[in-house]
């Protein structure tokens, strides 16, 4: 069982629609959760980070926790064509810095 | 505010041969961590650096070593390359204020190193 699982798409929405991705964690010490959009070519950026139950909204993404079923979502809203990319779930134990990733699943937002 | 910059941004060596990679981390920032990321796959935790010492490490054999820098910057190397060190190798830092600091992470633009 890899350690965070995400499924590699692609997923395709249209323009406008709401993207769900999914992303499960195996460890149950997993305390902080990261959400990274790469594009072709780039490096990982962050765009939203969740540390407790619930929901976290910050403009037209909003990610979503569930520690005791280890899954962590993010949906983006009014998805647009430059939303595609390839979004990364990470997580960390404890302290230091070590983030284990998933192998990302690819959005396509068609016109 | 300056962020976390990575050099080269391209290399490419052939087997046997040695790299060193550089970065330098974002202003205030005192911890760096080196990725590896394959190609369509995520990034793989290399090692970090605080205080200028490894401080945790990832599955990669000793020939990956590291050194950081009164200053927080930071070096990668690699010994006896192989066909499968192929990949674009990630810096991020942050600032580790507490041992369980949650500050997250942002990486720099990467060195895509290419091994023939």
């Known amino acids: 069982q890899k350690e965070v699982e995400q499924n590699s798409g692609p997923l395709s929405v249209p323009e406008g629609a709401i993207a769900s991705l999914n992303c499960t964690y195996s460890d149950r010490g997993s305390q902080s959760f990261f959400w990274y959009r790469q594009y072709s070519g780039k490096s990982p950026e962050l765009i939203m980070s969740?540390?407790?139950?619930g929901d976290k909204e910050d403009g037209r993404f909003t990610a979503q926790l569930n520690k005791a079923s280890q899954y962590v979502s993010l949906l983006i809203r009014d998805s647009q064509p430059s939303d595609s990319a390839t979004y990364l779930c990470a997580v960390k134990k404890g302290g230091g810095n070590k983030l284990t990733f998933g192998t990302g699943t690819q959005l396509k937002v068609e016109l | 505010e300056t962020g976390v910059t990575q050099s080269p941004t391209h290399l490419i060596k052939t087997r046997g041969q040695q790299v060193t990679l550089r970065c330098s981390s974002q202003?205030?920032?005192?911890?760096v961590s080196w990725y590896q990321q394959a190609l369509g796959q995520g990034p793989q935790f290399i090692f970090q650096?605080?205080?200028?010492?490894?401080?945790g490490r990832g599955n990669f054999p000793p020939r990956f070593s590291g050194l950081q820098f009164p200053n927080y910057s930071s070096e990668l190397n690699v010994n006896a390359l192989e066909l499968d060190d192929s990949a674009l190798y990630l810096c991020?830092?942050?600032?580790?204020?507490?041992?369980?600091?949650?500050?997250?992470?942002?990486f720099g633009d990467g060195t895509r190193l290419s091994i023939l």
């Open positions: 991020a830092s942050s600032h580790r204020g507490t041992v369980n600091s949650n500050q997250p992470q942002h």
């Open positions: 202003s205030g920032h005192n911890t």
């Open positions: 969740i540390y407790s139950n």
């Open positions: 650096y605080y205080r200028e010492e490894e401080n």
